[in-house]
């Protein structure tokens, strides 16, 4: 003996809701390989091509005047801290790297259980997706504003003019929090979409409770 499921299906969405947003996910994975592969990357390229020492770059001025020694000293303090600014920039972009790399892997399997039709763990993974970029993305901005846009350059030449930059990151806060807020939100919005059209459109059914033979 058995019961009948108090809901019957009416009918069964299209599988292309699953698949386009699989198709979706795959396409936005293929662009988190490539960045990962860049953040990577990017700061074993810059260890290679920027000297640590400013001798390498300018050897010290020993049969120089008092003045262009001077000037070389201010040019090493210079120097010492644009390599300090890059090195806490690789350490940013190897975070990066990390994270696009999370966001990969989460990618491929949302990518493979949409596309298999699976929509209840594709659903979930696809907002595990988002939740990741969404919170990532804004520990990773939070950090590289508390690095700064550029060295904090601290010499103390009287010739040198000191760059006010308060307007400046004023408008890169606005400019990255907002890209962080409306990306996610276009996620969402996509994901609330798919997981709406694709649900199974049912109705109670009168005969539940009678079982039937």
């Not at 292309?16 to 990962?36: D, P, R, S």
């Not at 860049?38 to 020993?62: F, G, T």
């Not at 919170?135 to 060295?151: H, N, Q, T």
């Amino acid at each position: 003996m058995r019961v009948e499921s108090a809901y019957s299906p009416i009918s069964e969405p299209s599988p292309w809701w699953l698949k386009g947003l699989a198709i979706f996910m795959g396409i936005i994975t293929l662009f988190m390989v490539l960045g990962t592969i860049s953040a990577i990357a990017s700061p074993i390229i810059i260890d290679r091509l920027l000297p640590v020492d400013y001798e390498e770059v300018e050897p010290y001025p020993v049969d120089g005047s008092e003045e262009e020694k001077a000037e070389w000293s201010e040019n090493e303090v210079f120097w010492n801290e644009v390599v300090e600014y890059y090195d806490e920039m690789g350490g940013l972009m190897e975070i990066q790297g990390v994270h696009s790399g999370i966001l990969v892997i989460v990618g491929l399997f949302s990518t493979l259980v949409l596309w298999r039709g699976d929509r209840d763990l594709g659903i979930k993974l696809v907002g595990s997706w988002i939740a990741i970029n969404a919170i990532g993305g804004a520990g990773l901005f939070w950090m590289f504003m508390r690095i700064g846009l550029i060295p904090d350059f601290t010499m103390n030449s009287q010739d040198v003019e000191v760059i006010d930059l308060s307007f400046v990151e004023n408008i890169t806060l606005v400019i990255g929090w907002g890209q962080i807020i409306i990306c996610n939100g276009f996620f969402v919005a996509i994901l609330a979409l798919v997981s709406m059209k694709s649900k199974p459109e049912v109705m109670l059914d009168a005969r539940s409770d009678s079982p039937v033979s």
